[in-house]
């Protein structure tokens, strides 16, 4: 509940009314019927927020997920090329070495 109040002396009598209507209408009890209404609504809207956010780890691990599977493929691809260039680099290096090397006839 809101009030408006006004620090005027010339409101003072007003002020004061609502004030005390104020610390009247805290004090009324609504009943049981009035607050398990407001339970069920309030476990309601509890179980709507883990809901959300279940949902949003839901949703952020499934694009971490993604970002990490990209990461993997491009990391694959980066070391068969690397191993392509190592066994092309190998097989010319050994292709260029040849053994000129003859045992001593006795």
């Known amino acids: 509940m809101f009030v408006r109040i006004s620090p005027s ?7 004061l009314c609502s004030l005390i209507f ?4 805290r004090g009324v ?3 049981p019927a009035h607050k398990q209404a407001d339970t069920q609504e309030f476990f309601l809207y509890k179980q709507m927020v883990r809901f959300a956010t279940r949902e949003q780890l ?12 990209s990461q993997l493929a ?7 090329q690397h191993e392509n260039r ?5 097989a010319k290096t050994s292709s260029s070495f040849t053994c000129s ?6």
């Open 29 to 31: 009890d609504h009943g």
């Open 74 to 80: 491009e990391e694959r691809k980066a070391r068969l």
């Open 58 to 69: 839901c949703r952020s691990l499934q694009e971490k997920t993604r970002d990490l599977e």
């Open 22 to 25: 104020v610390s009247y209408v």
């Open 9 to 15: 002396f010339a409101d003072t009598v007003e002020t």
């Open 101 to 106: 090397y003859k045992s001593p006839v006795k």
């Open 86 to 90: 190592v066994a092309t680099a190998s």
